[in-house]
């Protein structure tokens, strides 16, 4: 859900064979993010989430419209009151053409939940029984009513793997002769450079994909990416930086969508730290920041200023919402009633372009208000580890949701007892936390959309964090390739591209 997961899990350096060259027919993905591995359970960085949106299908899936669509399970009935999910599976078969039962699903859900090696097992957090009820259908007890539940079957871990095979190759069923239940197969994998993928003939959905396979290329250089895109050598390039999005749109073999994305970037209090500790100086600090000159400089006008704590692409995202908006005077009236003594703050930072402007501009804001800070650069490693140990005043970052519900987004940015600190800001009100679950689990509609309501308003109040700006994602397409774009929640939709001959 955030920028920690390009951290995890790296894997040893292996080459992957499933049959030859790569065809010249393949779309051509050129993308910053590595694939570090090819378990789904096993990592979370967004490289391999793109990878595993194509090598494995889920029990659900996410149709062009963004609703929720059947995948696996071709038809499912949750019981009166949201603790029984019952799924009937459709007549699918893995890449070696072996069936995909009910063990399989049942055994790759629980894979995710419990082995110690899960690099993200929140989805499944809420599962308490899975059972292969017989030869089509899965029964889910949930350890409550839990509405977000079934938008988690869709999130990028729970691609269904061969249980026969995992079982009985352990790690290496993942590094040779992959079995895959997704609309592709693995070509050749050479870890820091590509991954090349050819269409799975056994693939449940009859008609896909519609193209011979792709190529996933990782370019870390923005510029060589563009250039590449530019000059025909990519079919699709990931993150054009803002800067240069106007001469990528202007190019007429290019189309540039700026496609909606579950992203936000905010700038991170510490409240264990002083002067942030302090409601007033927090407010003062988010009264301060011109978010809108912000979005202007950093993004070219390409991001939509922030309002809440929560990204705009989620349901119940209120676009009403006023609390904390860009005011000097009150946030100098507010710094005087926090009492701040003066004391020097630090900004940390990674050291990315990104990364540093933002740093520079909360400093230049901050500034008109007396606040003094500094700026700390230091590896993504270091500061990983110091965010994790509140050992940071302020710093600026992203994070992004994995589905479009907020479930996931609330627990993993404003709430205090859900595991990690309210996103390491140590911020922490029992009454957000009661309100998270009471969100997860009402099941009316409108009753949900107010309980998140307040949560924003809450939240956004007391500065939990400061929302900065929501961007688009900023990804290039070759005019001659139709049907590839981004879905919000960081994965290709891929299957359906096509090249227009």
């Given at each position: 859900?955030?920028?920690?997961?390009?951290?995890?899990l790296?894997?040893?350096?292996?080459?992957?064979?499933?049959?030859g060259?790569?065809?010249?027919?393949?779309?051509?993905?050129?993308?910053?993010?590595?694939?570090?591995?090819?378990?789904?359970?096993?990592s979370?960085?967004?490289?391999?989430?793109?990878?595993?949106?194509?090598?494995?299908?889920?029990?659900?899936?996410?149709?062009?419209?963004?609703?929720?669509?059947?995948?696996?399970?071709?038809s499912?009935?949750?019981?009166?009151?949201?603790?029984?999910?019952?799924?009937?599976?459709?007549?699918?078969?893995?890449?070696n053409?072996?069936?995909?039962?009910?063990d399989?699903?049942?055994?790759?859900?629980?894979?995710?939940?419990?082995?110690?090696?899960?690099?993200?097992?929140?989805?499944?957090?809420?599962?308490?029984?899975?059972?292969?009820?017989?030869?089509k259908?899965?029964?889910?007890t949930?350890?409550?009513?839990?509405?977000?539940f079934?938008?988690?079957?869709?999130?990028?871990?729970v691609?269904?793997?061969?249980?026969?095979?995992?079982?009985?190759?352990?790690?290496?069923?993942?590094?040779?002769?992959?079995?895959?239940?997704?609309?592709?197969?693995?070509?050749?994998?050479?870890?820091?450079?590509?991954?090349?993928?050819?269409?799975?003939?056994?693939y449940?959905?009859?008609?896909?994909?519609?193209?011979?396979?792709?190529?996933?290329?990782?370019?870390?250089?923005?510029?060589?990416?563009?250039?590449?895109?530019l000059?025909?050598?990519?079919?699709?390039?990931r993150?054009?930086?803002?800067?240069?999005?106007?001469?990528?749109?202007?190019?007429?073999?290019?189309e540039?969508?700026?496609?909606?994305?579950?992203?936000?970037?905010?700038?991170?209090?510490?409240?264990?730290?002083?002067?942030?500790d302090?409601?007033?100086?927090?407010q003062?600090?988010?009264?301060?920041?011109?978010?809108?000159?912000?979005?202007?400089?950093?993004?070219?006008?390409?991001?939509?200023?922030?309002?809440?704590?929560?990204?705009?692409?989620?349901?119940?995202?209120?676009?009403?919402?006023?609390?904390?908006?860009?005011?000097?005077?009150?946030?100098?009236?507010?710094?005087?009633?926090?009492?701040?003594d003066?004391?020097?703050?630090?900004?940390?930072?990674?050291?990315?372009?990104?990364?540093?402007?933002?740093?520079?501009?909360?400093?230049?804001?901050?500034?008109?208000?007396?606040?003094?800070?500094?700026?700390?650069?230091?590896?993504?490693?270091?500061?990983?580890t110091?965010?994790?140990?509140?050992?940071?005043?302020?710093?600026?970052?992203?994070?992004?949701?994995?589905?479009?519900?907020?479930?996931?987004?609330?627990?993993?940015?404003?709430?205090?007892?859900c595991?990690?600190?309210?996103?390491?800001?140590?911020?922490?009100?029992?009454?957000?936390?009661?309100?998270?679950?009471?969100?997860?689990?009402e099941?009316?509609?409108?009753?949900?959309?107010?309980?998140?309501?307040?949560?924003?308003r809450?939240?956004?109040?007391?500065?939990?964090?400061?929302?900065?700006?929501?961007?688009?994602?900023?990804?290039?397409?070759?005019?001659?390739?139709?049907?590839l774009?981004?879905?919000p929640?960081?994965?290709?939709?891929?299957?359906g591209?096509?090249?227009v001959?």
């Amino acid at each position: 859900m955030s920028p920690w997961k390009n951290l995890l899990l790296a894997t040893a350096a292996v080459t992957l064979l499933w049959g030859g060259p790569a065809a010249a027919e393949k779309i051509r993905i050129g993308s910053p993010y590595q694939t570090t591995t090819l378990d789904p359970m096993r990592s979370a960085n967004a490289g391999s989430i793109e990878t595993f949106g194509q090598l494995y299908s889920r029990l659900l899936r996410i149709d062009e419209t963004g609703a929720l669509a059947p995948a696996i399970a071709e038809s499912w009935v949750v019981s009166e009151d949201g603790t029984v999910i019952t799924l009937t599976l459709r007549d699918a078969k893995f890449s070696n053409g072996e069936p995909i039962t009910p063990d399989d699903v049942v055994f790759s859900l629980l894979r995710v939940r419990d082995t110690p090696e899960s690099a993200y097992p929140a989805p499944m957090q809420m599962l308490d029984t899975a059972e292969a009820v017989d030869a089509k259908t899965v029964k889910l007890t949930l350890k409550h009513t839990f509405a977000p539940f079934l938008g988690n079957l869709e999130v990028f871990n729970v691609g269904i793997v061969s249980k026969k095979d995992v079982e009985a190759r352990g790690d290496q069923a993942f590094v040779e002769n992959v079995v895959t239940s997704g609309p592709y197969m693995v070509e050749k994998w050479v870890p820091n450079d590509r991954l090349i993928i050819a269409p799975n003939p056994n693939y449940w959905r009859e008609g896909f994909p519609k193209n011979d396979g792709a190529e996933l290329i990782e370019i870390a250089g923005a510029n060589t990416r563009v250039s590449m895109m530019l000059s025909g050598e990519l079919d699709a390039a990931r993150e054009i930086p803002w800067s240069q999005v106007a001469e990528v749109k202007a190019n007429e073999n290019i189309e540039m969508p700026l496609e909606p994305s579950t992203v936000i970037f905010v700038a991170l209090l510490n409240h264990a730290h002083p002067p942030f500790d302090n409601l007033k100086a927090r407010q003062a600090a988010a009264m301060a920041l011109d978010t809108a000159a912000m979005a202007q400089a950093v993004t070219f006008g390409n991001a939509t200023p922030a309002n809440s704590t929560l990204p705009n692409a989620l349901k119940f995202y209120d676009p009403t919402l006023k609390v904390n908006g860009f005011d000097l005077a009150a946030a100098q009236a507010a710094m005087a009633e926090a009492g701040y003594d003066g004391r020097e703050i630090t900004i940390l930072i990674t050291d990315e372009p990104e990364r540093e402007q933002q740093a520079v501009l909360m400093q230049a804001l901050w500034s008109q208000i007396g606040i003094k800070s500094k700026i700390e650069k230091t590896d993504a490693g270091t500061f990983w580890t110091r965010l994790t140990e509140g050992d940071y005043d302020a710093t600026p970052t992203w994070w992004y949701n994995e589905t479009t519900d907020p479930d996931l987004a609330v627990r993993w940015a404003v709430c205090g007892s859900c595991g990690n600190k309210a996103y390491y800001t140590s911020y922490n009100n029992a009454e957000v936390d009661a309100l998270v679950e009471a969100g997860a689990s009402e099941l009316d509609e409108t009753k949900r959309a107010q309980i998140y309501a307040d949560i924003q308003r809450i939240t956004t109040t007391e500065v939990a964090d400061i929302p900065l700006y929501y961007p688009p994602f900023a990804n290039a397409y070759s005019k001659g390739i139709t049907g590839l774009r981004m879905t919000p929640a960081l994965q290709w939709t891929l299957e359906g591209a096509e090249r227009v001959k």
